[in-house]
């Protein structure tokens, strides 16, 4: 079975710090997406960032970073100076064939 | 601004009652998802399909059904609805061999 874990239901930090959103996934796969989506209150999914299982290179953008370990399977969310527009379900997902498999999503709240 | 529509925000429908939500993408995507979220569960996938009137069931397809008649618009349809639909239902589309996903804003559905 192709499944997302994701242990941690709520988070919280304070404005300006760092925040690390875990994630582990099943597969036998050995090409496949990963990815993080961001749900505001507004219900609208959002790609945070991206990472093909096939490059090594963790990706970035912006604020945003990712901790790719292909042999752990694993998949962290790294957000730097959290911004209070953060606040958000973050959600972790897979793409091990050709449809999206997600974790149950991890409620992140951003304090002033 | 390309846009995947979903025809309601919120509905409220009767048990045993026939239930029809309506996605529709302006992108020209060969590829459109169904998918229920509920707390603690994450996105779980209903149903997908990659063209016309093609379909695949996803992991919960008990209780549901969809069309596909247009490239553009993916129908999900509940039978007869029951209290344990009551959910948010998000839909997507993507390109072929393509995992950028774009969603659109969600239906929650009440059954009473």
């Known amino acids: 079975a192709q499944t997302v874990t994701q242990s941690q239901p709520e988070m919280s930090v304070q404005e300006a710090e760092t925040v690390t959103l875990s994630c582990t996934y099943d597969t036998s796969e050995n090409n496949y997406y990963l990815f993080w989506y961001k749900q505001p209150p507004s219900r609208q999914m959002i790609l945070v960032i991206r990472?093909?299982?096939?490059?090594?290179q963790n990706a970035t953008e912006n604020r945003f970073s990712v901790n790719f370990q292909k042999a752990a399977k694993s998949f962290s969310l790294k957000i730097s100076d959290s911004q209070l527009g953060d606040t958000a379900m973050y959600f972790c997902?897979?793409?091990?064939?050709?449809?999206?498999?997600f974790g149950a999503g991890t409620r992140l709240t951003v304090k002033p | 601004d390309v846009k995947v529509t979903q025809s309601s925000r919120y509905l409220v429908k009767r048990t045993g009652e026939k239930v029809f939500l309506e996605c529709v993408q302006d992108m020209d995507h060969e590829n459109m998802f169904w998918y229920r979220q509920d707390p603690g569960l994450g996105l779980r996938l209903i149903y997908f399909s990659y063209d016309v009137k093609m379909k695949e069931k996803g992991d919960i397809p008990e209780g549901y059904s969809v069309s596909r008649e247009k490239k553009e618009r993916f129908s999900l349809i509940l039978e007869s609805a029951s209290t344990n639909q009551t959910s948010m239902y998000l839909c997507a589309s993507s390109p072929m061999d393509s995992y950028g996903y774009t969603f659109g804003s969600g239906t929650r559905l009440t059954v009473v």
């Open positions: 990472q093909e299982a096939y490059k090594q």
């Open positions: 997902a897979f793409v091990p064939y050709n449809d999206m498999r």
